[in-house]
């Protein structure tokens, strides 16, 4: 796979171990890239020290004995568990076993499994009760809850830095707030990291380059940006992406490096990678209202 990066240093750091092949080519942005080695560690911490908290103001406030509990408490997320995003829903359904004793039982559903793989209505069905937990992309959420589409404007943020600032304010707070109008509390935040472009077609150096490009996206933030760039861009769900790439249907993809493009191996069916931190990727934690 061949990288447009704005920072030889970051590949050298991280990415160079992890694809030796990958060829720099020139800038694309000037931004400064984090570590992306780090970034899965990084991610299981905050994610830790969050449900913590989650879980010692929120159910260790219940009295679990007397409480009417069901049997198992469902818990959806689009991402399969080998994910740092998927780690983390799989270290909340432990967190919550070890502080009920037992009690309360959270299965994870990775990969959308109880929505049929169609990512966007999980939000929904956890509004409605039918799930009692997400662990979802605000960008999952956004179609039913528009302040979630902030984190998803094109370079809003110039750092993790910046991100972590927002989401421990009363901004973020905001948007944990703007849940409840839909019958769900937001519990915490957690990090799938800032997306970046691959493609099979020709690297990235300039916005002409993403011109007749077939690039997969989700939500219409996302096409809105891919068109304005001079991309078609086409929507579909996660789990047809991998096939759609290797068949040609599509000629790119965006997501976060460590937290789907490696343990999703796209580099197997991809090119070149544009590395340009173009829009974030936050996670929300919620539960039914209900529930809670």
């Not at 600032?165 to 800032?194: I, P, R, Y």
């Amino acid at each position: 796979m061949t990288v447009s990066d704005p920072e030889r240093r970051d590949s050298e750091r991280g990415r160079g171990e992890v694809f030796p092949d990958w060829e720099l080519k020139k800038p694309v942005r000037e931004v400064n890239c984090p570590d992306f080695a780090g970034q899965d560690v990084k991610m299981r911490k905050l994610l830790t020290g969050i449900l913590v908290l989650a879980l010692l103001f929120g159910l260790a406030s219940v009295d679990v004995a007397s409480a009417a509990l069901k049997g198992e408490y469902k818990l959806t997320m689009n991402v399969t568990t080998d994910t740092a995003w998927g780690q983390g829903g799989v270290k909340f359904a432990e967190l919550v076993k070890e502080y009920t004793g037992g009690k309360v039982n959270v299965k994870v559903y990775p990969s959308a499994q109880l929505v049929g793989g169609d990512q966007m209505r999980q939000a929904e069905m956890v509004s409605s009760g039918a799930i009692d937990f997400m662990l979802n992309s605000t960008i999952n959420i956004a179609p039913i809850i528009p302040e979630c589409n902030a984190f998803s404007l094109p370079f809003m943020f110039p750092s993790y830095e910046a991100v972590d600032a927002v989401t421990g304010s009363a901004a973020g707070q905001m948007v944990l707030d703007a849940l409840e109008k839909h019958n769900m509390v937001g519990l915490a935040w957690g990090e799938n990291g800032f997306r970046e472009l691959t493609n099979n077609v020709r690297p990235i150096a300039h916005p002409d380059d993403m011109k007749g490009l077939k690039i997969r996206v989700v939500t219409p933030i996302y096409i809105d940006i891919m068109r304005a760039l001079g991309a078609n861009a086409i929507a579909m769900n996660w789990g047809e992406v991998f096939t759609s790439l290797q068949q040609g249907v599509i000629d790119g993809q965006e997501n976060p490096i460590v937290g789907i493009i490696i343990p999703n191996k796209i580099y197997e069916v991809q090119k070149y990678l544009t590395n340009w931190h173009y829009s974030y990727d936050a996670l929300i934690l919620a539960v039914n209202k209900n529930v809670w």
